[in-house]
């Protein structure tokens, strides 16, 4: 089964830029799959942010839009979020997931990764 | 934005004990609903798609059914690797892909 593996830096400033990367194995990112972030604020619910497609087609969060770009590295067999000026609110553990196709559901999901928005 | 309410926020339940949990949608999302079950410093598993579908390696105690806007995960007999959060999600009409708050099913 398809494996996720999110990486990055678990520290971003207030207004800086957070960028994490998810590893796609046992798949390849140009199969017919959407691949997805989520995060989850410390003690709360989950948040769909975007997902992006092999041919670079994307859908946001409209409450998130402004603020982030997806893309995708077919070469690496990974794909990436970048989450422009950032505050505490953007605190969270981001997982990557995916689903395939014409399918409304995510599986699965990699582990996760704390992301803290501090000075 | 269709918003998903789930309840109760917690369910106190012992093992073997019947668990019922409700989410509910504002506006009519047919049978596009899944279920996730969450514990403790875990990753989101999926439990459920489609309402009613369980997923691979799911144990048959899982259950779920409802169309529309009323939607029920049962799990028949709570064995003790069941307690965690349970998330509904649903993508009929999005974006956004939206998230219940979760239930939390602890032991009694």
């Known amino acids: 089964q398809v494996q996720l593996q999110e990486s990055g830096p678990g520290l971003v400033k207030p207004s800086g830029t957070l960028s994490l990367t998810c590893a796609v194995s046992?798949?390849?990112?140009?199969?017919?799959?959407?691949w997805s972030w989520v995060r989850q604020p410390p003690g709360k619910g989950l948040e769909w942010i975007a997902e992006i497609y092999r041919s670079g087609s994307t859908n946001y969060n409209p409450s998130l839009k402004s603020r982030v770009t997806l893309s995708l590295d077919k070469s690496k067999n990974h794909f990436s979020l970048k989450v422009t000026s950032v505050t505490a609110a953007d605190t969270a553990v981001y997982y990557c997931?995916?689903?395939?196709?014409?399918?409304?559901?995510?599986?699965?999901w990699g582990q996760g990764i704390l992301v803290t928005v501090s000075s | 934005e269709v918003v998903l309410t789930q309840s109760p926020a917690t369910l106190s339940l012992s093992p073997g004990d019947r668990a019922t949990l409700s989410c509910r949608a504002s506006?009519?999302?047919?049978?596009?609903l899944a279920w996730y079950q969450q514990k403790p410093g875990q990753a989101p598993r999926l439990v459920i798609y489609?309402?009613?579908n369980r997923a691979t390696g799911i144990p048959p105690r899982f259950s779920g059914s409802g169309s529309g806007t009323d939607f029920t995960l049962t799990i028949s007999s709570l064995e003790p690797e069941d307690f965690a959060v349970y998330y509904c999600?649903?993508?009929?009409?999005?974006?956004?892909?939206?998230f219940g708050g979760g239930t939390k099913v602890e032991i009694k």
């Open positions: 489609d309402a009613s």
């Open positions: 999600q649903q993508r009929t009409n999005w974006p956004p892909l939206t």
């Open positions: 506006q009519d999302i047919i049978n596009s």
């Open positions: 046992n798949d390849s990112i140009s199969n017919t799959n959407w």
């Open positions: 997931t995916t689903r395939r196709w014409g399918d409304t559901y995510f599986d699965p």
